[in-house]
């Protein structure tokens, strides 16, 4: 199986200002997924990123806020952009065909 | 469009005992399942899955479940839990037009407590 790197561990941000959220898979893989995990929530898809085409997102949400880069095979950021507290929560990714999971980003807004 | 119901928000179960967590699921087409744990603080583990064939699922640390195709139920047993195995459970699937894991719809979670 696949192992999948992200960075930060975990971060505390300031409301208003981006974090950038890297994921490393050490195999090429076509297809990433990005979700979030809100406080005391289940897990819910942002998006699929896919390698050489623009991310699709899930309803409710938006390239805007969370815009997705996908520069290669084995790598893929998001961003959470103009964060609010409401963005508190834990952001992980996935790859295609695995059913597993980064460690997770435990971001916190104040 | 699928959903996942967990049916049960916290269980709590003497250590020793046994315990089932239940999901059920809503789907117009065939679907994967899977089950996850998340410990305290941590990320989520994959305890099982089912893709085809038998329908009870052997997993990591003593977990199992059965898929009922019927009852569309993919209920997580084990028959003796340990005070480790305090976590939060999701089950989750994933439809059989996409690979297996692609795109996951989750369950809400179960929350399980062991008391010794």
């Known amino acids: 199986s696949a192992v999948i790197s992200q960075k930060p561990s975990r971060d505390i941000c300031q409301r208003g200002t981006s974090l950038t959220i890297q994921c490393q898979v050490d195999s090429q893989v076509t297809m990433m997924f990005w979700y979030r995990q809100q406080p005391g929530q289940s897990l819910t898809l942002i998006a699929t990123?896919?390698?050489?085409?623009?991310?699709?997102?899930e309803s409710g949400f938006v390239i805007d806020k969370f815009p997705i880069s996908r520069p290669n095979l084995t790598f893929s950021t998001l961003t959470v952009s103009n964060m609010s507290p409401e963005d508190s929560s834990i952001y992980l990714c996935?790859?295609?065909?695995?059913?597993?999971f980064g460690q997770g980003t435990r971001l916190t807004v104040v | 469009a699928q959903s996942v119901t967990q049916l049960d928000s916290q269980v709590p179960v003497f250590e020793e005992a046994p315990v089932e967590l239940r999901c059920n699921y809503s789907?117009?087409?065939?679907?994967?399942l899977f089950w996850y744990v998340q410990y305290p603080n941590q990320g989520l583990q994959l305890l099982l899955k089912y893709l085809s064939g038998s329908t009870l699922v052997k997993g990591i640390n003593g977990f199992e479940a059965e898929f009922n195709k019927s009852q569309t139920s993919f209920h997580l047993r084990k028959p003796s839990v340990h005070i480790s195995d305090t976590a939060e459970y999701f089950c989750?699937?994933?439809?059989?037009?996409?690979?297996?894991?692609?795109?996951?719809?989750f369950g809400g979670g179960t929350r399980v407590l062991v008391k010794p």
């Open positions: 996935s790859v295609e065909n695995q059913a597993f």
């Open positions: 989750a699937v994933s439809d059989q037009a996409q690979a297996a894991g692609n795109k996951l719809t």
């Open positions: 789907s117009s087409v065939s679907v994967y």
């Open positions: 990123a896919n390698q050489g085409s623009e991310a699709t997102y």
